[in-house]
């Protein structure tokens, strides 16, 4: 079996339930006594009317019989309602701990450019990765385990009346609760696999095609789509109704098998039990208790066979979690530097070449950037730039040379080590939370006026007077929205809250219109103004208000000057210039 | 509980009576099977053989098991109708989508398509197989099973007919009170899933922000103040269905209580009392499972309704637009657009009193500031959109941007072109897909992409697209501007094709992109003012209006709203 199906949980899951063991205990047990309740209630319900229908029976003899019916009652739903809040609470206890665990899994890889892939569906499914997590245990674990508790329970509890009833009892419940359960799964398996499979397929493909909905229609191809995709649609549903076929056949071949445990029961009853009249009152218990444990190990195949669903999840949980992960870069205290000094950027002889890349991203590249420089990196694609960012923000070591940052008093620090670079990446997220909230993650112990002032300087102030609630409003997706502009603006205030004496911004502001990028960048490098500023651009925007334009290629730097001087020396730049200016005819 | 749209699906009323049908024979065959095992019972009791009572027991099995393959033949073919039937809605919706109006999924949103076409669909089909049979359990199986009590023992008859109605009355109260908690509860825990997925969308700005510890601590605190909500909602949402589960067994342990005491004084027989207490439970039981799958219900109505919407919403559009193909576009055609006006949602217009004309082949400039209306001008353009107001005629036909004889017409080259996850050789012919290899490889190579196609391990047969190799914006495009040389139309619609571009790759590509557009009537969305000088005419959208037309040198030449807009970008070199 552990050929096909992984059951080993992975070792941080085994370390987020560890601390509730406890609670995980006591829903279990609750859960065995829920069914055993289930289940004596019917017994002693059969014990009793057999018993009062012998003539000599008086209400006085029956009086035990009737209050443990009325116990068993009681018992039952009472028992199970604590069960579910119990093995609820345990489970959102454990939930809590994953979404801190899987948080600062992805946080501490988000800085590598080669970062896992945060698209909105893979996030999506991680997030539901964690409902099918608490699944596993409210509808499969838990309902295994108890089932198979009361299995052994009812037989030991027959073997006090009789040895054949409880080898009767047992022999059915292997057939019913293990052996037909465990054959459904493994016929089930590789179906699911298969189905999961053609589903997945399917499901990309349409995401694919409806994204290119206007493309199949202005290729006359519409017709051809939607043909292919009813098709594969067909292929999603029939693949899971053959699914839900192997689950029914095992739940009718559990009962049919359970019913001849039961007349089973009661010929093993009747023989050793008929011998007085007495123990032949515990036949009809028997057979009468015999029911709830039908509809209980009936449920066994299905909990069962949703287990592959769920153990998809956990992979891939487990490809993103890590395992006794070092301490995130962000834990250290040493990465939170003030900014009451000035650095140089100084990289002597970088290369760097990508883990399993055959060649050099970048090529013995020398690179001095001054205090309060502000420098614009330029070049197509591909050819650095965003491998260079990450050098300096010291994410990511340089494979020779060295990446430093050094102090006014001349004492020279790793790039990895000192972090006094403000990084403000490309898109400007904005969480679903406060304005407050927003803007304190980049200083959590920034006071309102703080606050306010960042806001004031990246020309958000009427924003903020416009709020319904001031810093406590909603922003984001569900809340108050903000333009592109403003959205880049707020970006901008974290980064002043920060206050770090590097500021490093990577194609900031190209989403926007050619204005909005235009008035961004001077509002920019105003608030900015006695930092170093680095700005990664594929536009020639106000090129002229940098101190220095330096163009990459094909990872080496290939220019590198003032702006005003490439206008005079270089005509290759000067080109580019009047292009992106070029409005009015030159001739 | 009851959903019009549900029964309103073809075949569902004939599914109701066959549920009702299949309910009947169940109880019947579970009346029999307790009948007969409480007679086996009985003479067990009064010690007679085993042997005698075979006959009994075998009519119990048979009776048990035909029960349950009955059951199982129920569920086979709900399980084959819900399939059909959510078939059968997944194929309008992919109608609905793919259909030659482009503008119609486009209107719908992309993401609520595909997950009405996914999601939706799996909903539809548990609902379908859920709802129906618990309704008609009710009413097949519940109340024969209350009537045999009757029939077997009025007494214990009546202790389950009176809870009956304690039950639906909890059921109701309890019921609707722990329901709303729950929906809002449900609400609340999507809220926090969102929140979550949010969060980690933003990793990159928590990472750059420093902020990993702090934020992983707040995800932490949020997700256990959910825990102790949720925790507090289920404590009432669980007492509702505790109280359900004690009414059941108050009635069971009164049934058994009841019979006890007349069987102490003699006026009952044990196999009647057999029979009336193994009869109880299955009626309590068929009651219970009514009110259970809630959510199952909940999210299947509204996927139902999405569904429908989506595919009303394809029936609707298959009527109008029966006009007059026009011929297609050539030297001496003429295009006149008088009053045009779009607004989106009964909102404020978007676009009103466009008017302009267009002969032959021309490249007409549409600029203006974002937001101003140009996109939408370009959606109406494209088909996309229709119109609310105003007039268009093609060679002095009437006509509309949405038929498809305009839009075979048309290459639409988006600001980000859509690549198939699919080789790039497929990618290219996806207009002209019999086009052969070489016209392919001709086509890249004049589009400037033979450095990738060298690049990429398989070359043109390598598979790109999300779960494929990832091109850059540039490559995007030239793919966009190779598939229209495949396949060539005379009209081309740009959007803004070349703002996100770095300024080299933009050099180059407007030099290939000129050399497309000759011979060919040109339609170019863009803020990037350099292309005004290879336009012949220019609209100048502000404010949803054109406020200013003409040729382009002249506007520039003298003050214009044109020269305003670009002297603000950059200084110009004069």
Redesign the interface.
């Known amino acids: 079996m552990s050929t096909m199906v992984n059951m080993k949980a992975p070792s941080w899951l085994r370390g987020l339930v560890a601390p509730f063991r406890k609670n995980a205990t006591a829903a279990i047990l609750l859960g065995i006594a829920t069914l055993a309740c289930a289940s004596l209630l019917m017994f002693v319900s059969g014990y009793l009317i057999s018993k009062t229908a012998l003539p000599s029976t008086t209400l006085f003899k029956v009086m035990v019989a009737i209050a443990l019916v009325q116990v068993f009652g009681i018992g039952r739903p009472i028992l199970r309602y604590f069960e579910r809040l119990i093995s609820h609470d345990w489970v959102f206890r454990v939930t809590s701990s994953l979404r801190r665990m899987l948080f600062s899994s992805v946080e501490s890889q988000a800085g590598k450019p080669d970062a896992l892939r945060s698209t909105g569906k893979y996030l999506e499914l991680l997030s539901d990765d964690i409902g099918h997590l608490q699944n596993l245990y409210l509808r499969v674990a838990f309902p295994t385990i108890i089932g198979i508790a009361l299995f052994v329970v009812s037989v030991v509890f027959a073997g006090f009346f009789s040895w054949q009833a409880a080898l009767a009892v047992f022999a059915c419940g292997l057939i019913a609760a293990v052996l037909i359960p465990v054959s459904a799964l493994l016929v089930s398996v590789p179906m699911r696999r298969k189905a999961k499979e053609i589903r997945s397929r399917e499901y990309a493909r349409l995401a694919d095609d409806i994204l290119g909905a206007a493309d199949w229609s202005f290729a006359r191809r519409s017709g051809e789509a939607a043909q292919s995709h009813i098709a594969a649609g067909r292929n999603v549903l029939d693949a899971d109704a053959a699914i839900r076929r192997i689950a029914r056949v095992a739940d009718l071949a559990v009962r049919i098998v359970l019913g001849c445990g039961l007349i089973v029961l009661i010929v093993a009853a009747a023989h050793s039990l008929q011998g007085d009249a007495e123990s032949a009152n515990y036949i009809a218990a028997f057979a009468l208790g015999f029911f709830p444990i039908i509809e209980t190990l009936s449920l066994l195949p299905s909990a069962l066979s949703d287990f592959t669903n769920h153990s998809d999840s956990i992979a891939r949980l487990d490809e993103v979690i890590l395992d006794e992960r070092q301490p995130s870069s962000s834990s250290d205290p040493n990465r939170r530097t003030s900014s009451d000094r000035n650095y140089a950027i100084e990289l002597s002889g970088v290369d760097y070449a990508y883990p399993n890349a055959s060649a050099n991203t970048l090529f013995s590249l020398n690179l001095s950037v001054y205090p309060g420089q502000k420098v614009a990196i330029l070049g197509p694609s591909g050819a650095g730039k965003s491998t260079l960012a990450a050098l300096v923000r010291g994410e990511i070591e340089p494979t020779s040379g060295a990446v430093s940052l050094v102090g006014d008093d001349g004492t020279r620090t790793d790039a990895r080590v000192a972090s006094s670079v403000c990084y403000i990446p490309q898109s400007a997220f904005i969480f679903d939370q406060t304005l407050r909230e927003n803007l304190a993650m980049a200083k959590p112990d920034a006071s309102d006026e703080e606050l306010v002032a960042a806001l004031f300087k990246v020309g958000l102030a009427g924003k903020l007077a416009a709020l319904p609630d001031g810093l406590d409003t909603r922003v984001g997706e569900t809340g108050v929205g903000f333009s592109g502009g403003e959205a880049h603006r707020l970006a901008l205030a974290r980064a002043l809250l920060m206050d770090k004496p590097v500021v490093l911004l990577d194609e900031p502001f190209t989403a926007l219109d050619p204005e909005m990028e235009r008035l961004l960048l001077d509002e920019l490098i105003e608030a900015f103004d006695g930092k170093t500023l680095i700005v990664i651009t594929h536009h020639l925007a106000r090129i002229e208000r940098f101190d220095r334009v330096i163009l990459m290629q094909d990872g080496s730097v290939t220019l590198n000057g003032e702006p005003s001087e490439l206008m005079r020396d270089n005509a290759w730049f000067r080109r580019l210039v009047s292009f992106d200016r070029g409005v009015f005819p030159d001739d | 509980m009851f959903d019009k749209a549900l029964l309103g699906l073809p075949g569902m009323r004939k599914v109701y009576l066959a549920l009702v049908a299949s309910s009947l024979v169940q109880s019947a065959l579970v009346i029999a099977q307790m009948l007969a ?1 409480a007679g ?3 003479s ?2 009064a ?1 007679e053989p ?1 042997e005698s009572q075979a006959p009994l ?1 075998a009519a ?2 048979v009776c ?2 035909v029960r ?2 009955v059951s ?1 033949i129920q ?2 073919a709900l ?2 109708f819900s ?1 059909k039937t ?2 059968a809605l ?2 309008k919706v ?2 609905t ?6 503008g119609l ?2 209107r719908m949103g ?1 993401a609520a ?2 997950s009405a ?2 999601e939706g ?2 909903d539809i ?1 548990r609902y379908v197989r859920v709802l129906p049979p618990k309704l008609c359990g009710l009413i097949g199986f519940s109340i024969p099973i209350l009537a045999s009590l009757f029939f077997v023992d009025w007494v214990s008859g009546a202790i389950c007919l009176v809870a009956l109605p304690v039950t639906v009355l909890f059921m109701v109260v309890l019921g609707k009170q722990a329901r709303t908690r729950s929906e809002k509860q449900y609400a609340e825990n999507q809220r926090l ?25 707040a ?2 605190e949020s ?2 103040r ?2 102790t909500t ?2 507090r909602t ?2 009432v949402a ?2 509702s269905s ?2 359900l ?2 009414i059941a ?2 009635g ?2 009164g049934v ?2 009841m ?3 007349r ?2 004084d ?1 006026s009952i ?2 196999e009647t ?2 029979a009336a ?2 009869l109880s ?1 299955e009626f309590f ?1 068929s009651i219970r499972s009514f009110s259970s799958d809630f959510h199952a219900s909940l999210d299947g109505k509204n996927a139902l309704a999405a569904v429908l919407e989506i595919a009303e919403a394809g029936a609707e559009s298959t009527g109008p637009n029966r006009l007059e193909p026009p011929a297609p576009w050539s030297e001496r055609s003429s295009l006149y657009v008088r009053d045009l006006a779009f607004s989106y949602d009964d909102a404020k217009a978007a676009l009103q009193g466009v008017s302009f004309d267009v002969r032959g082949f021309s490249r007409v400039g549409i600029v203006g ?2 937001g101003a209306g140009k996109s939408t001008l370009v959606n109406i353009l ?1 088909g ?1 959109a229709t119109p609310c107001a105003g007039s268009i005629s093609i060679n002095d036909t009437p006509a509309s941007f949405e038929t ?1 004889a305009w ?2 017409q ?3 080259i988006p600001q980000f072109p ?1 690549l ?2 699919a080789t790039l050789m497929d990618n290219i012919r ?4 019999h086009s052969s290899r070489e016209e392919v490889e001709r086509a890249a190579d004049l589009a400037g992409l033979g450095k990738t196609v060298s690049r990429l391990p398989e070359g043109l047969d390598t598979v790109i ?3 494929g190799r990832t091109l ?3 490559e995007a495009q030239r793919v966009a501007l190779a598939r229209i040389l495949v ?1 060539e139309r005379p009209v081309l619609l740009f959007d803004e094709p070349t ?7 933009e ?1 180059e590509m407007k030099r290939k992109m000129l050399s497309c557009m000759e011979g060919k009537l040109v339609f170019f969305a863009t ?4 292309w ?2 290879d336009m012949d005419y220019v609209l100048v959208i502000d404010g949803g209006l054109i406020v200013e037309s003409g040729n382009p ?1 002249d506007l ?1 030449a003298r003050d214009s709203v044109l020269r305003r807009l ?1 002297l ?7």
């Open positions: 095992l086996a019972l009985s067990l009791w010690r085993i027991l119990f099995l048990f098991a349950y393959v199982y569920d086979e399980d084959r399939v959510a078939l997944r194929d992919m109608h989508t793919f259909s030659e109006r482009a999924s486009h992309t398509t595909a076409a996914t669909i799996d089909a899933s969102n929140h979550f997925i949010d969060t980690l969308r933003g990793v990159e700005t928590v990472h750059a922000l420093d902020a990993g510890k702090h934020v992983g601590e995800v932490y997700s256990e959910l825990r949720t925790v289920l404590s669980t007492l505790a109280v589960d004690l067994v108050f069971i342990a058994a209580m019979l006890a005491f069987l102490i003699g027989a044990l009392a057999l207490l193994m439970p039981g500031p974002s494209a996309f498809e839009k075979s048309l290459h639409y859509h198939f996850n996806f207009y002209a897909p697209g999300e779960g850059s914006g540039g396949d703002a996100h571009l770095d300024i080299e790759t050099l803020h990037r003012m350099h005004l000088r040198r520039l670009a603000s970008d950059g200084e110009v070199a004069a």
